[in-house]
Nanobody, 120 residues
Framework: QVQLVESGGGLVQPGGSLRLSCAAS????????MGWYRQAPGKQRELVAR???????NYADSVKGRFTISRDNAKNTVSLQMNSLKPEDTAVYYC??????????????WGQGLQVTVSP
C-alpha cells in the first residue's frame, strides 16, 4: 500500500504561479511512475504531467512550457510547479503513483485532491 499526501493549491490570479507537492509513504520501493492529474467540473480526469523513476517526463499539451514536474526519489516526493496559470487550469489536482510488482502487477494510488482556482 502507498499513501499519498498532497499540499499546496489554492486561489491565484491569472498569470500567477502555484506549487503542488506530494509525499508518498508505505511501500514506496515499488513506485515506478508518479504524476499529477486534474479534473475540472463536468469533465473527465486528465493527465497533467508524469515522471518516471529515472526522470523521464511527459506533459499534457495544454501545460507544456508552463508546468514543470520534478521528483525526489530519496524523499519519495513529487512536485508540480505551475506558472502562467490560466482560468482553464482551474480543477481539482490529484497526485498519482503507480507501483509495479513482478513486472506485471500494476496498482494505481491517488491522493485526496487539491483545489486549484485561477480567477481574477
Amino acid at each position: 500500500q502507498v499513501q499519498l499526501v498532497e499540499s499546496g493549491g489554492g486561489l491565484v490570479q491569472p498569470g500567477g504561479s502555484l506549487r503542488l507537492s506530494c509525499a508518498a509513504s508505505g511501500s514506496v520501493f515499488n513506485i515506478n511512475d508518479m504524476g499529477w492529474y486534474r479534473q475540472a467540473p463536468g469533465k473527465q480526469r486528465e493527465l497533467v504531467a508524469r515522471i518516471t523513476k529515472d526522470g523521464s517526463t511527459n506533459y499534457a499539451d495544454s501545460v507544456k512550457g508552463r508546468f514543470t514536474i520534478s521528483r525526489d526519489n530519496a524523499k519519495n516526493t513529487v512536485s508540480l510547479q505551475m506558472n502562467s496559470l490560466k482560468p482553464e487550469d482551474t480543477a481539482v489536482y490529484y497526485c498519482h503513483a503507480l507501483t509495479v510488482l513482478y513486472d506485471t502487477i500494476r496498482t494505481a494510488y491517488w491522493g485526496q485532491g487539491l483545489q486549484v482556482t485561477v480567477s481574477p
